[in-house]
């Protein structure tokens, strides 16, 4: 199969799958969801910088770092959990395995449509409150907020492939979805809690728990952001302080580029796993 042949064939099935994510009842109320929160966030911060001097989108930025970490995981692992599994249960999946298409074109199309779809939703969430703290607001902070934008989407990217990798490895969509939403807890609501205990526990070194905290996307994204907005990661504690003294400027690419490594880094599991079930 040639080259062209291979990109509009997963052309195709990227927009199938970005036609039936908008035609979700979840993923739109997910969306309206994100975008009130979103714009309640940035009323408050308008508010509170009304009192305070400090309106902009620099605080607003920090306002949705929490939010993102909560919802949009929990988008692209529903998203992605219900992918292939779905479509394996309805036999929808052995009908587009029967055409001439490989397994990587269908999980690439697949991937690309639901990202594609995901970046929409947080299109409408981000650009909402943007018009708003341009309307009411200033400008201050904008380079920060655009970057947040940019990080999310890696995060949604990453949520998306874990999702994609309980669905290919798991028979049943009750079972894959199950799954992402317990990946969902894991990474949300253990991941500061579980590195706290650790190092109350085991006594881990400044080190030991600054390396731990990169197995867990979520924290990677969230210094990654407090660094993007702050320039520094004293807010973190001693890890932090640790991470800032260590990499110093080089930080901030190397946290973009791990963050970015994990966004990808489920894809290949989810890839052989898909090639040895197949629509079974």
């Known amino acids: 199969m040639t080259t062209t042949t291979a990109r509009t064939t997963i052309s195709l099935l990227a927009r199938k799958e970005l036609h039936d994510a908008l035609r979700n009842r979840w993923f739109v109320l997910y969306t309206v969801i994100f975008a009130v929160l979103s714009l309640a966030l940035s009323w408050i911060g308008l508010s509170g910088g009304q009192l305070y001097g400090l309106a902009g989108f620099g605080r607003t930025t920090a306002s949705l770092i929490n939010l993102i970490m909560l919802i949009i995981p929990l988008m692209g692992l ?42 929409a939703a947080l299109s409408i969430g981000f650009g909402l409150s943007g018009l708003l703290l341009a309307w009411r607001g200033s400008t201050i902070g904008l380079g920060a ?13 990453f949520s998306l492939s874990l999702g994609l990798l309980f669905s290919s490895a798991l028979p049943r969509t009750a079972t894959a979805l199950g799954s992402a939403l317990f990946a969902w807890l894991l990474l949300v609501f253990l991941g500061d809690l579980g590195l706290l205990g650790s190092a109350l526990v085991l006594r881990i070194s400044v080190e030991q728990l600054f390396t731990l905290s990169l197995l867990n996307p979520l924290q990677v994204f969230k210094f990654t952001a407090i660094l993007l907005l702050q320039g520094d990661l004293q807010v973190l504690g001693p890890a932090g302080q640790y991470a800032m003294h260590t990499y110093g400027w080089h930080l901030l690419p190397l946290s973009i580029g791990l963050l970015g490594l994990w966004a990808f880094l489920p894809l290949l599991p989810a890839y052989l796993f898909f090639r040895h079930r197949g629509a079974l």
Request: net charge negative; glycine share 10%; no cysteine.
């Open 78 to 119: 529903t998203l992605g959990a219900l992918s292939l599994a779905l479509e394996r249960e309805q036999g929808t999946l052995l009908y587009v395995l029967a055409q001439p298409v490989v397994p990587a074109e269908v999980l690439l199309g697949k991937l690309i449509g639901l990202a594609m779809a995901l970046t």
């Open 145 to 157: 907020y655009l970057g947040l934008f940019g990080l999310t989407i890696l995060l949604a990217v």
